[in-house]
């Protein structure tokens, strides 16, 4: 036995094993009955310790589940699985495994939660091994390790589907559509969302047909599908305002205040980012309030307010890691050098990079990969290092195509054609920004339609086509001024200036 002193009785009965081989050999020498009854000893006296056993939380299987209720117990929940298995038993396992695993999503430590939830899953059946099933996943998504949770979600979801649970169905279907968003596959991610939508509202359960919806918009507005985007987080909006779901309404402003800020409505978005931040502290959602704070720090990165975007990331990241979220933190890493390149911090923006590539291939999160190699390749490419940036965007460029990232694969091919203006490929150059600018207008990204166009236009001048070049460097610069991109316009008034004094002609904003 290796409990806690005070659960021992009087000294001279009290047995210390001062090394693990010596006990575990005492152990074994006991016949199979009486460490059952040992095991049964230290379940009990452990429980007494802690004031009595554990409350039963609602089941699984549950379709309204109740918030968890800590208990002293929590602690040892895990060496209570043990004694309860030795005990032979079950009922008295399954709460410590439930319990072990709520404590530990509790602590943020989602990766030893998921393993305690497929444990469960083992010793449950009907929907509550899928809801167990389900819940390993999320925690795999939580840990930040993407090609673990997809096979715990298809076997959930075959498990719900079997048994005709379509209210569990519709949970499985709203985690594998935010799984697939995560990593990249769009097309199926919205399709997901949108069955998760249906099976959520034949079962009745209104908050997380909420979610489903909001999940879609996301995928939707990735994709620059943003019109679609807008009406369904209205309608999540709607729902959210409804008596008993006033608690989602955070997430749903989160979002919509992203779109106001990836459609050019900036003043729209600051408010509503802060009206967002209010109702998640309000709430307690930690993982949430930081993603939100992350987004908040974009958007005064991108106007040039650079000290404050730094505050905000550094409160960001310290969210991530205090929940455990090493996904999100790759995001924020990745977030923050991005901040150092526009600040002309080179190395830093580098190093910055290459610290969020490592988190986004330790936890399999391909998608980001991706959009991490393009941006440590601008930062060579700032650098005059051409080949190493060749490379690094054409890496970029086939996973951004392999993930289905559109938006990301038309800010590839405009970087590239950056590339290839500035080591003389002039006419190879003006093509490929017409490939990302083709990309730019089909995913409605007003923000790189502005910046590639500006760069396009100094193309142009050097081909000698300065009337062409005058207009359309003017016509890309308003949208840049339209979206209130202050940042990215000053960088281009600065280059087509540079430009027009080598080429000697009138600077193309007179």
């Given at each position: 036995?290796?409990?806690?002193?005070?659960?021992?009785g009087p000294v001279e009965s009290a047995y210390v094993f001062r090394h693990a081989l010596l006990r575990d050999a005492a152990y074994q020498l006991q016949?199979?009955?009486?460490?059952?009854?040992?095991?049964?000893?230290?379940?009990?006296?452990?429980?007494?310790?802690?004031?009595?056993?554990?409350?039963?939380?609602?089941?699984?299987?549950?379709?309204?589940?109740?918030?968890?209720?800590?208990?002293?117990?929590?602690?040892?929940?895990?060496?209570?699985?043990?004694?309860?298995?030795?005990?032979?038993?079950?009922?008295?396992?399954?709460?410590?495994?439930?319990?072990?695993?709520?404590?530990?999503?509790?602590?943020?430590?989602?990766?030893?939660?998921?393993?305690?939830?497929?444990?469960?899953?083992?010793?449950?059946?009907?929907?509550?091994?899928?809801?167990?099933?389900?819940?390993?996943?999320?925690?795999?998504?939580?840990?930040?390790?993407?090609?673990?949770?997809?096979?715990?979600?298809?076997?959930?979801?075959?498990?719900?589907?079997?048994?005709?649970?379509?209210?569990?169905?519709?949970?499985?279907?709203?985690?594998?559509?935010?799984?697939?968003?995560?990593?990249?596959?769009?097309?199926?991610?919205?399709?997901?969302?949108?069955?998760?939508?249906?099976?959520?509202?034949?079962?009745?359960?209104?908050?997380?047909?909420?979610?489903?919806?909001?999940?879609q918009a996301c995928a939707l507005m990735e994709m620059g599908r943003v019109d679609e985007a807008e009406l369904a987080l209205t309608k999540a909006k709607?729902?959210?305002?409804?008596?008993?779901?006033?608690?989602?309404?955070?997430?749903?402003?989160?979002?919509?205040?992203?779109?106001?800020?990836?459609?050019?409505?900036?003043?729209?978005?600051?408010?509503?980012?802060?009206?967002?931040?209010?109702?998640?502290?309000?709430?307690?959602?930690?993982?949430?309030?930081?993603?939100?704070?992350?987004?908040?720090?974009?958007?005064?990165?991108?106007?040039?307010?650079?000290?404050?975007?730094?505050?905000?990331?550094?409160?960001?990241?310290?969210?991530?890691?205090?929940?455990?979220?090493?996904?999100?933190?790759?995001?924020?890493?990745?977030?923050?050098?991005?901040?150092?390149?526009?600040?002309?911090?080179?190395?830093?923006?580098?190093?910055?990079?290459?610290?969020?590539?490592?988190?986004?291939?330790?936890?399999?999160?391909?998608?980001?990969?991706?959009?991490?190699?393009?941006?440590?390749?601008?930062?060579?490419?700032?650098?005059?290092?051409?080949?190493?940036?060749?490379?690094?965007?054409?890496?970029?460029?086939?996973?951004?195509?392999?993930?289905?990232?559109?938006?990301?694969?038309?800010?590839?091919?405009?970087?590239?054609?950056?590339?290839?203006?500035?080591?003389?490929?002039?006419?190879?150059?003006?093509?490929?920004?017409?490939?990302?600018?083709?990309?730019?207008?089909?995913?409605?990204?007003?923000?790189?339609?502005?910046?590639?166009?500006?760069?396009?236009?100094?193309?142009?001048l050097a081909a000698g086509r300065a009337d062409e070049a005058r207009e359309a460097w003017r016509k890309s610069a308003a949208t840049l001024r339209e979206?209130?991109?202050?940042?990215?316009?000053?960088?281009?008034?600065?280059?087509?200036?540079?430009?027009?004094?080598?080429?000697?002609?009138?600077?193309?904003?007179?």
């Open positions: 036995m290796n409990a806690p002193s005070t659960l021992a016949l199979p009955g009486d460490r059952a009854r040992l095991h049964d000893l230290a379940l009990t006296l452990i429980e007494d310790l802690c004031g009595g056993r554990a409350p039963e939380a609602a089941p699984l299987d549950a379709v309204a589940p109740q918030p968890f209720q800590p208990h002293a117990s929590d602690a040892w929940a895990e060496e209570l699985v043990t004694h309860a298995q030795g005990a032979g038993a079950a009922a008295p396992r399954r709460l410590y495994l439930r319990r072990g695993a709520e404590h530990r999503e509790r602590r943020h430590q989602s990766e030893a939660a998921a393993v305690l939830w497929l444990r469960l899953a083992e010793a449950s059946d009907g929907a509550a091994r899928g809801e167990a099933t389900r819940r390993a996943g999320m925690a795999y998504v939580h840990a930040g390790f993407l090609r673990l949770a997809e096979p715990r979600f298809q076997e959930a979801l075959a498990l719900q589907r079997a048994g005709g649970w379509i209210h569990f169905e519709g949970l499985v279907l709203g985690d594998l559509g935010y799984l697939l968003r995560l990593t990249g596959q769009m097309d199926r991610s919205v399709a997901h969302f949108g069955e998760a939508v249906e099976r959520l509202r034949q079962a009745g359960s209104r908050a997380n047909e909420l979610l489903a919806i909001e999940g709607a729902i959210g305002l409804e008596k008993g779901h006033e608690g989602s309404l955070g997430s749903v402003q989160m979002n919509m205040a992203t779109l106001y800020m990836d459609t050019g409505r900036r003043p729209e978005a600051e408010r509503v980012y802060q009206e967002a931040l209010g109702v998640l502290r309000a709430s307690g959602d930690r993982r949430r309030e930081g993603v939100a704070l992350s987004n908040f720090a974009n958007l005064h990165r991108d106007d040039g307010r650079f000290e404050e975007a730094e505050r905000l990331y550094a409160e960001a990241r310290a969210i991530a890691v205090e929940t455990g979220d090493r996904r999100v933190e790759g995001v924020l890493l990745g977030q923050r050098a991005a901040l150092f390149q526009s600040m002309e911090q080179l190395d830093r923006a580098e190093n910055g990079f290459l610290d969020s590539l490592s988190i986004h291939r330790e936890v399999g999160n391909r998608r980001f990969e991706g959009i991490v190699l393009g941006q440590l390749a601008n930062i060579r490419l700032d650098q005059k290092r051409f080949e190493e940036a060749g490379r690094g965007l054409q890496e970029a460029i086939a996973i951004h195509r392999e993930v289905g990232n559109p938006r990301s694969e038309g800010i590839g091919f405009g970087n590239l054609a950056r590339l290839f203006a500035e080591t003389g490929r002039v006419d190879e150059s003006l093509r490929t920004f017409e490939k990302a600018l083709d990309f730019h207008a089909r995913v409605g990204n007003r923000r790189f339609a502005g910046i590639h166009g500006c760069d396009r236009a100094l193309a142009l979206i209130g991109d202050t940042q990215d316009l000053e960088f281009a008034v600065r280059a087509q200036r540079e430009a027009c004094a080598k080429a000697g002609v009138a600077p193309l904003d007179e």
